[in-house]
């Protein structure tokens, strides 16, 4: 089971309710992957980046160790995330 953790940018451009997004994916993924909110000193498979829009480039590089990094902008993409995961645990198995 991959670890996943979530970080939300600052919201000064948000184009999608982003805690919605944070619920559905929880829920798509259930029993499937554990995702949190990041916790001091851990390490994670990969890191969500839940953004409102494009123009922030911050990827939180030293406060969370992820092997993955990966930036959500859009409703779409927070919805395909879940194939996209999914895709990503197989890869791993198959390693």
Same mark, same amino acid.
């Given at each position: 089971?991959?670890?996943?953790?979530?970080?939300?940018? =600052?919201?000064?451009?948000?184009?999608?309710?982003?805690?919605? @997004?944070?619920? *559905? #994916?929880?829920?798509?993924?259930?029993? !499937? +992957?554990?995702?949190?909110?990041p916790e001091e000193g851990a390490e994670y498979d990969v890191l969500l980046i839940?953004?409102?829009?494009? =123009?922030?480039?911050?990827?939180?590089?030293?406060?969370?160790? @992820?092997?993955? *990094? #990966?930036?959500?902008?859009?409703?779409? !993409? +927070?919805?395909?995330?879940p194939a996209q995961l999914r895709k990503l645990m197989?890869?791993?198995?198959?390693?």
């Amino acid at each position: 089971m991959l670890t996943c953790c979530v970080k939300f940018c =600052g919201g000064c451009n948000p184009r999608y309710d982003r805690g919605e @997004a944070y619920k *559905r #994916i929880r829920e798509a993924l259930e029993g !499937e +992957a554990s995702i949190s909110l990041p916790e001091e000193g851990a390490e994670y498979d990969v890191l969500l980046i839940l953004r409102g829009c494009t =123009g922030c480039p911050y990827l939180y590089e030293e406060e969370v160790r @992820a092997k993955h *990094r #990966i930036p959500v902008h859009s409703r779409e !993409e +927070a919805g395909a995330f879940p194939a996209q995961l999914r895709k990503l645990m197989a890869e791993q198995q198959d390693s």
